[in-house]
């Protein structure tokens, strides 16, 4: 006969600001975790803010706390749980494993209060340059406290998980003095293509690029942080090269962004997309552009520019970014400075060159892109790990 412990479903509790129908880079690695630790046969538990337009996930639990959106960053919400009566009922009550958060803001405290309801590990992720947002949405003095409650955050957990090495020197220079392990983000668009070239070439069909045009595409937030401006100013300077420009997403810019392609006379060359959650659809639009543009420093370790990477499509990123830690100029992508003026040599210069851009778009398939599968493996190992460290020392 089974002990009450030995009968009782323990979650993997993973916790983040935002899930789906928010879509970004954060939410599709929850997602996979999601995927994945299910498909290994552990139970899922994820909290997040409430939002609008949301259906259920059934192979999952999920708790959903009072949220309001966010001035000037739709779709983002922000997340009251302290207006939330039901959600610290559910954190108690529910049985978790090991939480893992992926944001150190409403769903990090609540991970943070979990934890220690339960005496369990905690792991957090830091994925994004937080500073940058919050410098965007408060006033000096609210951006002080919210660096200081974002550090005693990280101080708090078991373990600090970056995605890749450079991140690390963000971290640092937020306050964290503690030691970090580097955990990969992993990618769904890894397998199931016997044929690249054959599924390049159709893709270019399918998404509209006619013959002779050269494909570019940007994926992601459309806010200035970014660098769309600097990709919309640099399309005037491409000459007479033949191009389309497609931008995938959504952000506060957007309407700017389309006020500028308009001004710039480049309608007939630029579509704006909204986001595209048919994940085979944006397979398509990855594999047939011939150029992903990324000019970024406020990004920290990008999923896009690694889904461009098994798609054997290569991204011009900014030279001294953390973005390009892993890139090496020509070999698995392309690095310029944040100017039009540069961007668009380099898109000229790339253009110019079809060897030049196969051989990059394979070295990024080979240095960039890895499975989710072979990540997720890694994750569980570790989850053990910890679990395992932390019950020793809970019983001694």
């Known amino acids: 006969m089974k002990s009450a412990r030995e009968s009782t479903t323990y979650y993997y509790g993973l916790f983040n600001d935002s899930f789906p129908p928010v879509l970004d880079g954060v939410t599709l690695t929850v997602e996979n975790y999601c995927n994945w630790l299910s498909k290994a046969g552990r139970d899922v538990c994820v909290v997040t803010p409430w939002a609008p337009r949301f259906t259920g996930i059934d192979s999952i639990k999920l708790f959903r706390y009072f949220s309001l959106p966010i001035y000037n960053r739709h779709p983002y919400r922000y997340g009251y749980p302290r207006f939330d009566p039901f959600i610290w009922r559910h954190l108690r009550q529910t049985p978790f494993k090991i939480i893992h958060a992926h944001c150190p803001f409403s769903s990090g405290r609540l991970a943070v209060y979990t ?66 392990q580097v955990v990969d983000n992993g990618n769904d668009f890894c397998d199931g293509i016997e044929d690249i070239e054959a599924y390049k070439r159709e893709s270019r ?77 944006l397979r398509r639009f990855y594999a ?13 370790a990008p999923l896009v520019v690694r889904e461009a990477a098994a798609m054997h499509t290569p991204a011009i ?17 392309f690095l310029t400075r944040r100017t039009p003026e540069a961007y668009a040599e380099a898109i000229r210069h790339i253009a110019a ?10 070295g990024a398939r080979q240095t960039l892109a890895r499975s989710w599968q072979d990540v997720m493996d890694e994750v569980i190992n570790r989850y053990d790990l910890i679990i395992d460290r932390h019950e020793h020392s809970s019983r001694h």
């Open 205 to 281: 069909r399918i998404i509209g690029l006619e013959e002779g045009e050269i494909g570019l595409l940007f994926v992601g937030q459309h806010i200035l942080e970014k660098g769309i401006d600097i990709i919309i100013r640099s399309l005037p300077l491409l000459g007479n090269l033949r191009f389309r420009m497609n931008f995938i997403g959504t952000g506060y810019a957007l309407d700017d962004m389309k006020q500028l392609v308009g001004g710039l006379g480049l309608g007939d060359r630029v579509t704006f997309h909204e986001v595209i959650s048919d994940r085979e659809r």
């Open 115 to 180: 934890a220690r309801k339960q005496n369990l590990p905690l792991v957090a992720t830091f994925h994004s340059k937080y500073r940058t947002d919050l410098e965007r949405s408060l006033p000096p003095f609210m951006v002080k406290y919210q660096m200081k409650r974002l550090l005693e955050f990280y101080n708090s957990a078991t373990e600090v998980w970056i995605p890749q090495a450079a991140v690390e020197e963000t971290l640092r220079e937020y306050g964290y003095k503690g030691k970090v």
């Open 288 to 300: 047939g552009s011939s150029l992903f543009l990324f000019p970024s420093f406020y990004d920290n």
């Open 353 to 362: 060159s079809p060897r030049l851009l196969v051989e990059a778009g394979t």
């Open 317 to 333: 990123l900014l030279e001294g970014s953390t973005a390009a830690e892993l890139v090496s100029d020509g070999k698995n992508g």
